[in-house]
Each structure stands twice: as structure tokens, then as C-alpha cells.
């Protein structure tokens, strides 16, 4: 029986000026099949420019709740490292990218992103190392995600259905006036 | 401050009273419950079933159509059936996502559908016997998961209604190619006609038990309403479904095979005979026309990746070591 493979949470930035957003996780056995895995299952459709992927045990993650309950915790001072900060702002919405911030741990990070992003008050920060993440280069971004947009087949829209339906329900009304007339 | 009813259910599930009232004031204000929240054992429990029997049903779901690509008429309709059976497998790891969030692993999830412990959506335990039953397949099958699936897409839980808005859009896409299919067959030539008539005939009952068993005899609903998961019973929907489907199939000309079935003025509804809930019961069980063939091709198609596996966990770990 197989053994199961990490988790690696993928995110996804639909166009250059949109944020990264949070939209799922693959297993791979490491982030190079993750990236491939996460291009299979979340951009067969073209809405893509970047994906990200990211052990799943590499995202910190820290509700308001939990920051109001936590207790004055010594932070750990580590060396600097530049971590990525994320938050979710709605009840429907996935995590969405935030900035950057220096910390020298995931909890020091996400205190330096509440001091850095004040107006922001998302419902949960979620804070990982920039190491951690496998990302497209922007070179790569045409070949692995251009094919689709001219797989317009895969669009609801090329199926004028209810154009059809009246077509016919049409067809039929003058035959039947045809009919009647004879 | 909660009411005698949510001490009662409280007391049944031996949860919290407080924390039971906080999480359905949760519900009713329209919030998302998130993985890490606190949920009863209850909810968890109801979600893990439904969200993983949905994944398999994703992943089983491919194979009725699957057959079928290599015979696909033209270019255009090979390409929509791959594209689509491409979708399915989407939506199964989608799903499986969301059930991970639960505190269910992919290994158990998988391992019970292959040691044939997990249930799936009885529809794919029939045949698929000839080309028209993938238009069959995309107008009646897709359309009434969409029904299902636009409920779901507003339900209590984040990661499983975000599953649910990006599965719905695509399935739409399903469901519109089937339509097309079925308009153009139905005013073709005769033996279309009569292949297009012989594909609804068959699916048109199996598609009507998709919604589940009447409401009476539904015993999960109770809950499952209560706490967001459906806001829709399995009556409400199977209804709106035969409303919208039954005047489009007469339209093109297809003869339903329900010689009950009628429009009543005063509801504004068709009503249509008797479902053979003993044919849906034994399909259930296991003992639906495909049933062992869907779990030997499905057993077959895990075993024939074990290759694919050893080698990619293979290459991993030559990666790994480079890099040490």
C-alpha cells in the first residue's frame, strides 16, 4: 500500500496586478511534481500568470481570536529571514496576498505584519518563509499556462443553448400555424 | 443564552450547550465555519461522509465517459470529452482538498474506495451504450449535480463551498456540451433521433434518483439542514429539476418514459409516477449493472500508476540527495 505524500498548499495569481490567492493543496513527493500536480488540477482554465506552492507544514497560520487569547509569548530571536504574509479578509474569501515583512520567526512575523499592514484586519494571518516557496519564473508563465486560452471549448458560453431551445420551440409554433392555416 | 432545543441536541451529541449555541449563532449570521474553528463531532462527521463520497463520485465519474473518448465522432466532441473527464479528476482532488481539512486523509479516503467501503453517486453504476448517453450524461446527469452543487456552493463550510463555486462553473460547461448534443441529435437524422430518444429513456430515471431518497425517508437531512450543510431537501430540488427539464426534452421532441407524467396547473408543477426506489436501494448495495466493473477498472487504473509513483518518489529522492 502507498505511503501518502506531503501536502503542499498551492496559490494562485490570476493577472499581473491581482494578488496571489490562496486556492488548495496537492500531495507530491516534493515541489517540483507539486508545481506540476497544481498546474493539472487548478489552471485548466486560463486565469493564471503565477502559481506558488508551498509545504503545508510551512504556513503559520494565526486567527484574531487566537492573537487575543495568546498570552505575551517571548519571541525567539533567530536570524532575519523574509517571510510572506497572507490574510483572509471575508467569510467567503480564500487567503489573498499581503506584503512581506523581515521577522526572525513565523509568530515575530506575524507581529511584524500586524505593526506593518495596521489598516489591514484580516480574519487570519497566515505567514510562511520565502525559502519555502517553489514559484514559476514570469518567463515560464507563457508555456505553462497559454494553452488553455485556446481551449475555448471549455467555456459554458460557447454553447448557445437557450438560443437553440428558442429556435426551436419557434420552429415548431409556425408549423403548427402552417398547420392550422391548411 | 440558547434555547431548550439546542440544550436537547446538545445533551444527544454531548457537546457544549454554550458552544454548540455559539456555533449555530455562527450559521445563522451566515459565517463560514473554518477548518481550525470549533465545529460539533457531529458536523465534522456528516461533512467527512458527504465530501468524500462527492470526491469518489468525481473520480468514479470519469470512467462511464472515459470509455468513450477514443470513439468520439469528430475532433471537437474528443476534445470537450477529454476536457471534461479532465474536469472530473479536478473536482475529485478539489473535493478531497476539503475533506483533508477535516482531519481526513487522502490515504484512508482513497483506501476505502478501493476496498469498495465507500459509497459514490449510483448513477455511474450504469452503462454508457452508446455515443448519445454522453449528451444524456451532460444535460440530465451534470444538470441535476448542478442543482446539487449551487445548494453546496452556499453551505456553512468555507473550504467545501469554495470547492463547490469553482466546481459549478465548470460543470456548466458539462452540462451546456450535453444540451448541444441532444438539441442537434434530436432534429437529425432518424437514427440519431432514435439514439438520442434511446439514451434519455434509459438515464431519465436513474438521473431522477440521483437527489436521494423522498425527504421522509431521508435521515441525514434533518441535521444537515440545520447546521447550513444543505438548505434544500432532496424533494425541493429533484422537483425544480423535472420543472426545468421536462418542457425542454418534449421540445426537442423526446417521449419521456413515465406514462404518469403530467403538468398540474395548481402547483405549477409536472409530477411524474412512481420512482423505483428498489432499483435505486440495489444499485446502492452494490448491485447496479456496472458496479464490480466501475471498482475493477477503477482497482486497475490505481494499480497501473504504481509506476508512475515508485518513479516520481524515485526521482524525489535522487533530487533530495543531490541537494544534501
Known amino acids: ?182 | 443564552m440558547y434555547g431548550a432545543d439546542v440544550e436537547q441536541i446538545a445533551i444527544q451529541l454531548n457537546e457544549d450547550p454554550q458552544k454548540l449555541a455559539d456555533f449555530e449563532a455562527r450559521i445563522a449570521r451566515g459565517e463560514k465555519i473554518e477548518p481550525g474553528d470549533w465545529m460539533p463531532a457531529e458536523y465534522r462527521r456528516q461533512l467527512i461522509r458527504m465530501i468524500s463520497q462527492h470526491a469518489h463520485s468525481e473520480v468514479v465519474g470519469m470512467l462511464p465517459e472515459g470509455a468513450w473518448i477514443t470513439k468520439a465522432p469528430s475532433l471537437r466532441r474528443k476534445l470537450i470529452l477529454l476536457a471534461k473527464v479532465q474536469d472530473e479528476a479536478g473536482h475529485g482532488q478539489y473535493l478531497y482538498h476539503a475533506a483533508e481539512t477535516l482531519g481526513a486523509t487522502r490515504e484512508e479516503m482513497l483506501d476505502a474506495l478501493l476496498d469498495g467501503k465507500a459509497k459514490y453517486s449510483s448513477i455511474f453504476n450504469y452503462h454508457t451504450t452508446t455515443w448519445a448517453d454522453n449528451g444524456a450524461i451532460g444535460w440530465l446527469v451534470d444538470g441535476a449535480a448542478i442543482l446539487n452543487q449551487t445548494m453546496l456552493a452556499r453551505c456553512s463550510y468555507g473550504p467545501y463551498s469554495r470547492a463547490m463555486v469553482r466546481i459549478c462553473m465548470e460543470e456548466n460547461f458539462h452540462r451546456k456540451q450535453g444540451q448541444e448534443m441532444i438539441i442537434l441529435y434530436s432534429q437529425g437524422t432518424p437514427t440519431q433521433r432514435a439514439m438520442v430518444q434511446d439514451a434519455i429513456t434509459r438515464w431519465w430515471w436513474p438521473t431522477l434518483m440521483m437527489f436521494g431518497p423522498h425527504d421522509a425517508d431521508s435521515p441525514n437531512s434533518g441535521v444537515l439542514i440545520r447546521w447550513g450543510i444543505k438548505t434544500r431537501t432532496n424533494d425541493e430540488l429533484r422537483q425544480e429539476f423535472i420543472n426545468q427539464l421536462v418542457p425542454d426534452l418534449q421540445a426537442c421532441g423526446i417521449v419521456l418514459p413515465d406514462p404518469d407524467l403530467h403538468y398540474d396547473e395548481a402547483s405549477g408543477n409536472w409530477r411524474t409516477g412512481p420512482i423505483d426506489w428498489d432499483e435505486f436501494w440495489a444499485v446502492l448495495k452494490g448491485n447496479g449493472p456496472a458496479n464490480a466493473e466501475r471498482m475493477a477498472a477503477r482497482r486497475q487504473a490505481h494499480a497501473d500508476g504504481q509506476w508512475v509513483r515508485e518513479a516520481a518518489a524515485a526521482y524525489a529522492a535522487k533530487n533530495q540527495m543531490q541537494v544534501n
Open chain 1, 1 to 182: 500500500m502507498d505511503t501518502q505524500w506531503p501536502r503542499f498548499m498551492v496559490f494562485q495569481q490570476e493577472g499581473p496586478d491581482q494578488p496571489v490567492v490562496h486556492n488548495g493543496t496537492v500531495h507530491a513527493p516534493d515541489a517540483e511534481l507539486a508545481m506540476l500536480n497544481a498546474r493539472d488540477v487548478f489552471v485548466r482554465r486560463p486565469e493564471a500568470v503565477a502559481l506558488w506552492v508551498v509545504p503545508a507544514d510551512a504556513i503559520f497560520t494565526q486567527t484574531q481570536e487566537e492573537l487575543a487569547q495568546a498570552a505575551e509569548t517571548q519571541l525567539a530571536a533567530g536570524p532575519l529571514a523574509s517571510y510572506y504574509v497572507f490574510g483572509k479578509f471575508s467569510q467567503q474569501a480564500q487567503c489573498r496576498q499581503v506584503g512581506q515583512v523581515q521577522a526572525s520567526s513565523p509568530l515575530a512575523a506575524v507581529h511584524a505584519a500586524i505593526a506593518t499592514f495596521a489598516d489591514k484586519q484580516p480574519l487570519w494571518w497566515w505567514v510562511f518563509p520565502a525559502s519555502a516557496v517553489l514559484k514559476n519564473e514570469s518567463t515560464e508563465a507563457e508555456p505553462m499556462f497559454s494553452a488553455a486560452r485556446y481551449k475555448t471549448f471549455k467555456d459554458q458560453a460557447e454553447y448557445p443553448v437557450v438560443t437553440m431551445m428558442r429556435a426551436l420551440r419557434n420552429q415548431k409554433a409556425n408549423h403548427k400555424d402552417t398547420e392550422n392555416t391548411k
